[in-house]
């Protein structure tokens, strides 16, 4: 059961709209306050009388309706939604919200929502196949975006193939565990570091790496749908700020290291996802360097190694780790995580196609702390930051 949590489902224009009837039903009958929002289409398919009906709840069909609220109605909606569900999601919508395009209430709502979105895609297989379906559908699960993969079968136009809506148990069954997961972080502080620091060896120059912060951002991200509170502490980066978490901005290592230990003794979880330079310039030259000489040398002393600090502080905390590793990958990785007492460490080859700095994908392996491995193919790194997290709540349960 899930009583209490507030759905917004929307419905878009496919003849699949009738079992978001049931869709709907089957929440309610799980303690859910559903409010539909429907497409002008969908409208073609069942009438918004038939959700009112269902759903105990106004439906929304038209922006533009007396009294004209629709600022207020989408906004309210959008942010008392725990949970956006999108039953059927035809190619057009799903094209619209990837596109951040905003012209009815659905997607202007789904647009100003916070709330995890659910997309249930089903269209005649030909559509759901087609490259540009296929990379809408690919940015959004990039960007934390839930979708329930279309079943085969016999679909309407007559064409067997994938594109037809899952059984509506099936859609309620995942969203029922999605909202269960939801809390799964509440009253958990988590920080996690991102991007790489800058050493500076002059007012214009700096010693650098190729981190964009993508990992740790999508990592801050997944913690915080699942109900953590959240400290990013992020090194330069152009990435956006999550919504609903606090960024400290740090640009040296030592910078990074004050801001980490000054929130450690509260938190309960720290990923280091950061990518720390190792070394720094002995000396930051205060005017610019001119080019005087035929070469240049700078002398450079070690940062500290703010992980393997926290490892030898830890009281009750869990720490993760990441091995960017270009060989040995795992010898490599089982070292710092012995080292740096660490709870799980997350390696990657940052030689491999798909994986590394500065790209949307990775391609990871975990080890945890009992010398379990487990391998995970190319994802996107909002899939990657899911499954750490996962691992990381089954983790608290164990130790609970
Ligand atoms: N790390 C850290 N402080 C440092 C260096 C690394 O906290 N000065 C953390 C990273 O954030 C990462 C882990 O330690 O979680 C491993 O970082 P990595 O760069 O792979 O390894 P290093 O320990 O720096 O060792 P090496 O560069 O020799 O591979």
Redesign the pocket.
């Known amino acids: 059961m899930s009583s209490g949590h507030t759905i917004v489902m929307g419905v878009s224009g496919g003849i699949a709209a009738y079992k978001a009837v049931d869709v709907v039903s089957r929440l309610k009958k799980a303690g859910c306050n559903v409010y539909v929002i429907m497409t002008k289409s969908a409208t073609e398919f069942v009438t918004p009388l038939t959700f009112r009906e269902i759903s105990g709840n106004p439906v929304i069909t038209d922006m533009w309706e007396e009294p004209k609220t629709w600022n207020v109605q989408h906004i309210a909606l959008a942010s008392r939604a725990d949970l956006f569900l999108i039953v059927p999601a035809t190619a057009n919508v799903i094209g619209k919200i990837a596109g951040g395009i905003a012209d009815d209430m659905l997607t202007t709502t789904v647009m100003a929502t916070t709330a995890p979105v659910v997309l249930a895609p089903a269209m005649n297989t030909n559509m759901f196949l087609n490259p540009i379906t296929q990379q809408n559908l690919a940015k959004l699960k990039g960007i934390g975006y839930h979708i329930i993969e279309p079943a085969s079968g016999m679909l309407a136009c007559g064409i067997e193939g994938s594109g037809r809506l899952p059984e509506p148990a099936v859609i309620v069954e995942k969203i029922i565990s999605l909202l269960h997961t939801r809390h799964a972080l509440s009253g958990k502080r988590l920080l996690v ?1 991102a991007a790489g620091t800058r050493e500076p060896i002059d007012p214009v120059r700096f010693l650098g790496n190729r981190s964009s912060g993508k990992m740790g951002y999508a990592l801050a991200q997944a913690a915080a749908a699942r109900g953590a509170e959240v400290i990013l502490v992020s090194g330069p980066s152009s990435l956006p700020t999550p919504p609903g978490i606090t960024v400290k901005r740090v640009e040296t ?1 030592a910078e ?2 004050e801001a980490v230990l000054a929130e450690f003794d509260t938190v309960d979880i720290v990923i ?7 070394y720094r310039p002995e000396l930051a030259a205060e005017q610019k360097i001119k080019k005087t000489g035929d070469t240049l040398t700078l002398n450079l002393v070690k ?8 490892g030898q502080r830890k009281k009750q905390q869990l720490l993760i ?5 270009t060989e040995d990958l795992m010898a ?1 990785a089982h070292e ?1 995580l012995i080292n ?1 007492n660490l709870d799980m ?1 997350v390696a990657n080859d940052v030689t491999l196609p798909g994986a590394g700095f500065n790209i949307d994908t990775n391609i990871v392996k975990v080890i945890h702390k009992n010398g379990v491995v487990e391998e995970l193919p190319q994802l996107s790194k909002y899939q990657v930051a899911e499954i750490i997290i996962d691992k990381i709540c089954a983790m608290l349960t164990k130790s609970t």
Do not use: C, S
């Open positions: 570091t290592a990074m290291r280091k996802a950061a990518a720390v330079a190792d940062n500290p190694d703010i992980l393997r600090e926290l780790g990441f091995a960017a590793e490599h710092k740096k460490i």
